[in-house]
């Protein structure tokens, strides 16, 4: 086997259960994943792992959003809500990574403030736009964009990833509201870990 098949291997059998375990204690709701459910979550969560582990980018930044953001998105994707018991201990985490990793952190704990703003911004003046839990998360979002450089890359990924569930979604309930959440996560970790 090669060093990423055991590296997504071990990140799925350690990961993929704490993100089960995040999101069911952060829900309102009862939340008993079947089998398939389980199983995607936790290849999902172990192939995120080994991408950022195995990347040409430092990782040091993304380990609390790969630890803390699945199990938001998790919470997102089935109440429409982002828990402050994850988002909060996410940018905390965040920040102190940032903070310590010098110049780079810097830049990203900038972005952060900036980008911020604007979201609260958008929240207020176009309250369909965003929802507070999505403003919350996306400092840390932003700082790990910033930091390594990647914060229209990161966008086009969210918004890709956006469109691409407001798709699956409109077939099932044309009506439906869509969880940011899954996107931001998953479309940041894809684009810093380039």
Do not use: C, Q
């Not at 979201?119 to 390594?148: E, F, Q, R, S, Y």
């Amino acid at each position: 086997m090669t060093s990423g098949v055991v590296a997504a291997t071990t990140a799925a059998a350690t990961l993929g259960p704490l993100t089960l375990v995040l999101a069911r204690r952060r829900m309102h709701a009862v939340w008993n994943p079947g089998p398939a459910e389980t199983v995607a979550l936790t290849t999902a969560v172990g192939v995120v792992a080994a991408f950022v582990a195995d990347g040409s980018r430092p990782a040091a930044v993304l380990l609390p959003l790969v630890l803390l953001g699945p199990a938001a998105a998790v919470v997102d994707a089935y109440e429409g809500r982002l828990p402050d018991l994850l988002t909060g201990p996410l940018l905390g985490a965040t920040l102190l990574t940032a903070a310590a990793s010098g110049p780079d952190g810097v830049r990203g704990i900038a972005a952060a403030a900036v980008v911020t703003v604007l979201a609260a911004l958008a929240t207020v003046m176009l309250t369909d736009a965003l929802g507070w839990g999505d403003v919350k998360l996306i400092p840390t979002l932003a700082i790990v964009l910033g930091h390594h450089g990647a914060l229209l890359a990161g966008l086009v990924a969210v918004v890709l990833l956006v469109g691409v569930t407001t798709a699956v979604m409109s077939v099932r309930d044309r009506h439906a509201i869509v969880p940011y959440g899954p996107a931001l996560v998953f479309g940041t970790i894809g684009a810093a870990g380039l």
